[in-house]
């Protein structure tokens, strides 16, 4: 139940882009994106509930597909502080039991 | 507004010795609470979490235990640590069932079994 994500690191220039996928073998009830700096908690970041969103705010973004199975966070023109670890959380049921991906590590360098 | 308070933030424990991590959260009533599990530069590992007093849903049957005592305390419990059990732990707290929402992290535990 465990959702999948990728990739598992990703290594960007200020002011390039990326995207962050995840994934599950059932549809989902929510998405949820966080982001970790080293040593710190998770912060969120949006969450996803309707087949067909897409959110966002400032250049972080996340789209969730129509079946409801699969997010993808996009980060446009990154910067310095958008490094860190990504998490997706997802429930399959409005059980509340969230479960995380694995991360995707995001290292933005000057 | 609501925060969330874990402690103890770091702990260095021997192996096969008790463990007690204590969470609680304010400002807010019958909240959903969770304890994760992060090894080192891994993810983050879902262990238990309970939507209501004396209602604990388990992920991880090994030998970690959970209770609720009160309404916004959460406790989580070893009586052998193993080697294994090293890693940064995390409570966290959402919103009650049927309002999805945003899950608030406490600042964490680090613990080391030696």
């Known amino acids: 139940q465990q959702p999948v994500q990728s990739p598992q690191a990703v290594i960007l220039r200020e002011g390039e882009d990326a995207v962050i996928n995840c994934s599950s073998s059932?549809?989902?009830?929510?998405v949820h994106w966080y982001r970790q700096k080293h040593g710190e908690a998770p912060v969120f970041l949006m969450i996803l509930l309707k087949g067909g969103e897409q959110k966002g705010h400032d250049k972080i973004s996340a789209s969730f597909n129509e079946k409801k199975q699969q997010s993808s966070l996009y980060l446009t023109a990154s910067q310095l502080s958008y490094s860190g670890t990504y998490f997706c959380?997802?429930?399959?049921?409005?059980?509340?039991?969230?479960?995380f991906g694995a991360g995707t590590r995001l290292t933005v360098k000057p | 507004s609501q925060t969330i308070h874990q402690w103890p933030a770091t702990l260095v424990q021997p192996v096969g010795s008790p463990l007690s991590l204590e969470c609680t959260v304010e400002?807010?009533?019958?909240?959903?609470l969770y304890w994760y599990r992060q090894a080192a530069g891994r993810g983050l590992q879902l262990l238990f979490y309970s939507v209501g007093i004396g209602q604990i849903s388990s992920e991880v049957p090994q030998n970690l235990s959970a209770s609720r005592p009160q309404d916004r305390q959460f406790i989580l419990s070893s009586k052998k640590l193993l080697l294994s059990d090293s890693g940064f732990y995390l409570c966290?707290?959402?919103?009650?069932?049927?309002?999805?929402?945003?899950?608030?992290f406490g600042e964490g535990s680090r613990l080391t079994v030696l």
């Open positions: 059932k549809a989902l009830y929510s």
């Open positions: 400002g807010t009533s019958n909240p959903n």
């Open positions: 966290a707290w959402s919103e009650p069932q049927g309002r999805t929402g945003e899950l608030f």
């Open positions: 959380g997802t429930e399959i049921g409005e059980n509340n039991d969230m479960r």
